[in-house]
C-alpha cells in the first residue's frame, strides 16, 4: 500500500495521529494482489475549518471520507472510519470483479443457470 500525504497533509501537527491506523492497514493489505493507494489532503470547509480527507484507491475505484481535526484525535474511532472507507472500496471491487465474473461466463457461454 502507497501512502501519500499531499503538502498541507504532510506536515500538519495531526500527521502523527495518521501513521499508526495507516500502518496497521498497510500491514492488512500488505500481501494483497491488487495494490491500494492511500493519499490524504488536508483542505477547508465552507466555513474555512481545516479537515483532512483521505482517498483509497485500486483498479476496481476509490472511497473517500473527510475528518475533522477532532475526529483524528480519538485513535479508536479514526480507526474504525479508516476501515469503513477501505470496507467500502472493497465492496466496490467485489462488484467489478462479479461483474468480470459474469460477463466471463456469458463470453464463454456458460451463463446459463441449471436450476
Given at each position: 500500500?502507497?501512502?501519500?500525504y ?68 480519538r485513535p ?15 465492496g ?5 470483479l ?18
Amino acid at each position: 500500500m502507497n501512502v501519500v500525504y499531499h503538502e498541507k497533509a504532510r506536515g500538519g501537527e495531526w500527521r502523527s495521529f495518521l501513521e499508526d491506523p495507516m500502518g496497521e492497514m498497510q500491514e492488512l493489505l500488505r500481501d494483497a494482489s491488487d495494490p491500494v493507494e492511500a493519499e490524504w489532503y488536508q483542505v477547508e470547509d465552507e466555513r474555512g475549518h481545516s479537515e483532512y480527507t483521505l482517498t483509497l484507491r485500486d483498479f476496481a475505484g476509490e472511497a473517500t471520507a473527510r475528518f475533522a481535526p477532532e475526529d483524528l484525535a480519538r485513535p479508536n474511532d479514526l480507526r474504525f472510519r479508516l476501515f469503513q472507507v477501505l470496507s467500502e472500496l472493497m465492496g466496490i471491487r467485489s462488484r467489478v470483479l462479479m461483474r468480470q465474473i459474469r460477463e466471463g461466463r456469458e463470453e464463454d457461454g456458460n451463463g446459463a443457470n441449471p436450476h
